[in-house]
């Protein structure tokens, strides 16, 4: 079974996914810019004074009611006493210092455990580069919800921890000089949020990604998805994966208040440079390229492309490639695909805190890399876009997944449009990276019928924002007469089956990886998303010892040993995970103490033996030898 859809008009599932997202469920956010890092923006990043308001005095009234926008009470309006005899019950202060971006737990110890609301505020000055110009505010995530408030007058509100969102700032209220911008966050879990009450893993708090002005023309290039046409015969990369037949790159350009009657696409390495007409703000892209080289892990290949369109223009590096799946294969530029994976949290263990940065990035994607991976799995949300830029850049395949995680709420729509919106807002931010080649619509949920119709809407929503990737989701197994069977009914709606795994940590132990039979009864190609064991790094025992490291080695021994024994349909695992992540799940006083340690790396920055288990057969994977 070929799931390219290479005939399918771009514009119609472009069309397609619109109708698919219909509830929105932020307000007045607006259409979501593209390639941020590469436009002319302004950073807002750095200190930000704020005020801790776990009761929501700020925004509601002493009979709880929100506020009316110019209510002196509230939050976002002036802090500033009038006169000597004005009571002001609020104020922001440089005592009380943020940095953004970076979540609030980790900046001073009272936020450790805190859940609630923070107010946020930034004082800015600005100038327009041309008076004509539209300037939007773009937030790459704010854990969970966030209202936002420019000179006192509210911009929207946006829900969802891990995806970007942007307010247009309408003409007027920006100033030269003085600009207050006052954002309420709050990260209390709700049952009917996404995700829900419960996860395995800490929920960090505040504007934990950066801040930007967006500048662009009235008329400006807002969203451009370009990719390479699904491989026929004869049309794939040679061993130098350098290609001699002519490619189709295809896609499209939306523009936003188009009055351009054509948008032009240049690739200047590949001597190409062409102008799509425009239609109702959409140009469809279709070109022919000789001699691309296509991106893999060997050769992550990227090509300056620019767009322009009247007065806007943008650039930035794209890869090109294909990934596919035909009967039980996976197939990267239509060639077989192991994944040698690793799941990561967003987090820095050493410093207790959520990564965002570039040398965030590269710490995380490094040590992956010394790993052995040629694959991520970024659990169990979207990571900052510098991971997956950098994945982009470094050839490290990935897994981007929304945190639809366990028992968020199947039953309800509303549940479903905030998921969806999520998915959304991940795939609009990321749809051009070539290393991005699964999207995952959710991790473990339960098996039942409104639970499997919630998912398979998910993948069907995935699939209309973008047909040219694979669609999975982490599932479960049962045991049925001896054998381990991966028959959740999920699995005949996702593209490359895949489930967590843990024998030997969740029941027995690890000797039980050496007679146990694994059936996936679907013709696709199964990939192990979790397996791992936990060790307390440093902590030297016998290897029956539990939360010994010596543990986890032999844990990652046996299951070694059990993956060189699966089927040709077997394409990769991601072991469980790449260091250690603070849980209040965890709570075995001596070897957890609120943290999950079933990294490879500890907490404390050091590898564990299990390490290099890992890596030793990753090396011999990638060396084609058999011994780890
Ligand atoms: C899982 C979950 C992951 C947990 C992990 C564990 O299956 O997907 O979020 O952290 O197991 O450590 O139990």
């Not at 965002?356 to 790993?371: H, M």
């Not at 005949?492 to 694994?518: H, I, M």
Request: glycine share 8%; proline share 5%.
């Amino acid at each position: 079974m070929e799931i390219y859809i290479p005939q399918m008009d771009l514009r119609l599932l472009f069309f397609l996914s619109l109708l698919l997202i219909t509830v929105q469920h932020t307000d007045a956010q607006s259409p979501l810019i593209t390639n941020i890092p590469n436009r002319s923006t302004i950073s807002l990043d750095g200190n930000w004074q704020y005020i801790a308001d776990p009761y929501e005095t700020g925004f509601y009234d002493y009979r709880y009611k929100e506020m009316a926008e110019n209510d002196p009470n509230a939050y976002w309006t002036t802090d500033v006493p009038v006169s000597k005899s004005d009571k002001k019950e609020f104020g922001f202060t440089d005592k009380h210092v943020l940095k953004v971006p970076g979540d609030w737990n980790s900046q001073d110890p009272k936020w450790l455990y805190y859940e609630g609301t923070i107010w946020y505020k930034k004082t800015f000055d600005f100038t327009l580069k041309s008076a004509s110009d539209r300037v939007f505010l773009y937030f790459g995530a704010v854990n969970y919800r966030a209202d936002v408030y420019l000179n006192g007058k509210k911009l929207g509100s946006h829900l969802g921890g891990f995806t970007p969102f942007d307010f247009e700032i309408p003409d007027g209220v920006l100033k030269p000089t003085g600009n207050n911008l006052i954002v309420k966050v709050d990260n209390k879990r709700y049952a009917d949020e996404v995700p829900t009450l419960n996860t395995d893993w800490w929920n960090y708090g505040g504007i934990t990604r950066s801040v930007r002005l967006v500048e662009v023309p009235r008329e400006f290039i807002e969203d451009y998805f370009v990719s390479l046409q699904g491989p026929s015969k004869g049309n794939e990369a040679g061993a130098s994966g350098t290609d001699t037949t002519t490619d189709v790159i295809r896609g499209w350009v939306r523009l936003n208040n188009a009055s351009a009657e054509s948008v032009t696409l240049e690739i200047p390495e590949l001597h190409l440079k062409r102008s799509f007409p425009v239609e109702d703000n959409l140009a469809a892209i279709n070109l022919q390229a000789k001699g691309l080289q296509r991106w893999s892990p060997e050769n992550p290949k990227r090509y300056r492309v620019i767009i322009s369109a009247g007065a806007d223009r943008t650039e930035e590096k794209i890869g090109f490639r294909t990934i596919t799946v035909s009967g039980a294969h996976l197939l990267l530029n239509g060639k077989p695909l192991f994944m040698r994976g690793i799941c990561i949290h967003e987090e820095i263990p050493q410093e207790r805190r959520r990564a965002y940065s570039q040398s965030d990035a590269a710490q995380l994607l490094g040590w992956a890399k010394e790993l052995g991976c040629n694959m991520v799995r970024l659990a169990h949300y979207p990571h900052d876009e510098s991971m997956t830029r950098m994945a982009d850049s470094l050839g490290i395949l990935v897994w981007s997944e929304i945190p639809v995680y366990w028992t968020i709420h199947f039953g309800s729509n509303e549940v479903l449009a905030k998921a969806q919106q999520q998915l959304k807002e991940e795939i609009t931010r990321d749809h051009n990276r070539a290393s991005i080649i699964i999207w995952s619509v959710g991790n473990e949920t339960p098996v039942s019928a409104v639970r499997t119709e919630f998912m398979h809407t998910l993948i069907t929503s995935a699939k209309g924002l973008d047909s040219s990737r694979l669609i999975s989701a982490a599932l479960e197994y049962d045991h049925n007469n001896g054998k381990n069977v991966v028959d959740d009914p999920l699995g005949q709606y996702v593209d490359l089956v895949a489930f967590n795994e843990y024998l030997g940590w969740y029941g027995g132990t690890p000797a039980s990886c050496r007679d146990a039979q694994w059936s996936v009864p679907y013709d696709k190609p199964f990939f192990i998303s979790e397996t791992g064991a936990e060790a307390l790094a440093g902590f030297h025992a016998d290897s029956l010892t539990r939360w010994s490291e010596e543990w986890q080695e032999w844990y990652f021994r046996e299951q070694v040993a059990m993956m060189r024994r699966m089927p040709a349909s077997f394409v990769g695992l991601s072991p469980w995970i790449l260091a250690d992540f603070r849980s209040p799940k965890r709570n075995n006083p001596v070897y957890q103490e609120g943290w999950n340690n079933k990294g490879l790396i500890g907490h404390n920055g050091k590898k564990k033996k299990a390490f290099y288990v890992v890596q030793a057969y990753y090396k011999s994977l990638s060396q084609g030898t058999s011994e780890n």
